[in-house]
């Protein structure tokens, strides 16, 4: 029984390092194994979504607004050939992601800006004005 014990334990012990802890050796460390990390904060004018994507260029980007969802995405393809006249490598990499927001209804859809800095992707959700809060006003009474 004690050696099935420890077979067990070695067999769990080798997918976790698998499937866990070396998922990046095996498929190269340019891929992303999680979506980007993603902050979305309200003002009185817009929502703000700031989403962590380093390593990447502005070209890579993919943003649509259809009906009421906003669509973030992403594709880096990368292929390397060495050639020494003997023997020719060829290596490919490829990562991608996709995120996806429901937008709220006070939200200007055609008037959604975005720009990409220091590997941050910034998109300013502008609102309706009349989904904008409005400032407190004294009633007088008459």
Known sequence: ????VNFNSGINSIFDDLFNNSI???VGSDFAANVPSVNISESADDFKIELAAPGL???YFDIN???NTLTISAKKEKAN???DGKITRKEFS???FSRSFQLPEGVESNAIIASYESGILGI???KKEEAKELPPRAILVS
């Open 65 to 67: 607004v259809e009906k």
């Open 1 to 4: 029984m004690s050696n099935l």
């Open 81 to 83: 050939e060495v050639d």
């Open 57 to 59: 260029k502005k070209e």
């Open 124 to 126: 300013v959700l502008p």
């Open 94 to 96: 490829y990562a991608s």
């Open 24 to 26: 990046s050796n095996f």
